[in-house]
């Protein structure tokens, strides 16, 4: 069996760390490099949940999408809720290792494992990765749909194919126009409308549109918005990295047991459909 410290150079290949922004926080948070792995979990979240699920299956390393700390600390005490990560983790003997904007960019990355799970072709990325002679990382990715559908259609694609949430689907714009091409981005997307109109595509996939950017993005144009849950277009991520770290396990003889949490830890609970006060 591997060492920890073997396993998170495996990862780190995957996802260099130094392909991180610059304010991001990813890497290893707590784990002893000696220490033995025998069993994975990957998710998108490290609260509470995700890292009792971790000790229910007795994993000895936890893989997030999302950083712990984004912002740094002066504590890991067990009155805060992280803290109480922190404690567990290593009461537990449970590594944790953050991938995130390196993980975005990366090929094959976050927004690959989106266009994958709603079978759609990848053509290159949305704002390529200057460094990449091969043109393929970068953030977002622009893609090809093998049929031509509706933007309702496209929409009702999206709520089939990706995990169920409260939230659900929002579209805005026209839901019979037709859809052929459509730029996608794991996570919150709205800063991207410049490189999305300049690419030319029929809809935008992504999470946590607010009001004055997408309003403004209908004005400027017909393009189709299709918003997801954060944590929705972020999951099959894990699936793609979970596979991953299976086909490096298996070359290297490893025998790890590698899972993916299906805890949802979207944080919207419920969703009601507005009769609305009259206008």
Do not use: Y
């Given at each position: ?24 926080a990813v890497g290893t948070v707590c784990g002893e490099p000696d ?32 950083p712990l700390y984004l912002r740094g600390t002066t504590t890991v ?79 009702a694609r999206a709520a089939k194919r990706l995990p169920a949430t ?114």
């Open positions: 069996m591997p060492r920890l410290s073997e396993v998170i150079t495996a990862l780190e290949a995957l996802w260099p760390p130094e392909r991180a922004e610059e304010w991001d220490a033995a792995v025998t069993r994975v979990l990957f998710a998108v979240d490290p609260v509470q949940d995700v890292v009792d699920e971790a000790v229910r299956l007795g994993a000895d390393l936890l893989v997030t999408h999302h005490a067990a009155g805060h809720f992280k803290g109480r990560v922190v404690h567990t983790l290593i009461k537990n003997d449970i590594a944790l290792h953050v991938a995130h904007t390196n993980a975005d960019t990366a090929d094959p990355g976050v927004s690959d494992a989106l266009a994958g799970a709603l079978d759609l072709r990848v053509v290159g990325p949305l704002v390529p990765d200057a460094t990449d002679p091969n043109g393929r990382r970068g953030l977002g990715r622009i893609c090809e749909l093998d049929h031509p559908e509706t933007l309702r259609d496209f929409a409260a939230q659900g689907i929002r579209i805005a714009g026209d839901p019979g126009a037709l859809v052929r091409t459509v730029a996608v981005s794991g996570g919150s997307g709205d800063s991207l409308f410049d490189r999305v109109r300049a690419a030319g595509v029929d809809a935008f996939l992504t999470a946590d549109l607010r009001h004055h950017p997408a309003s403004e993005a209908t004005q400027h144009s017909p393009l189709g918005l299709v918003d997801a849950a954060h944590w929705a277009t972020e999951w099959p991520w894990c699936e793609q990295a979970a596979a991953q770290l299976d086909e490096i396990s298996d070359r290297n003889g490893w025998d790890l047991r590698v899972h993916v949490s299906k805890t949802v830890t979207d944080p919207w609970s419920s969703h009601h459909d507005s009769s609305g006060a009259p206008n």
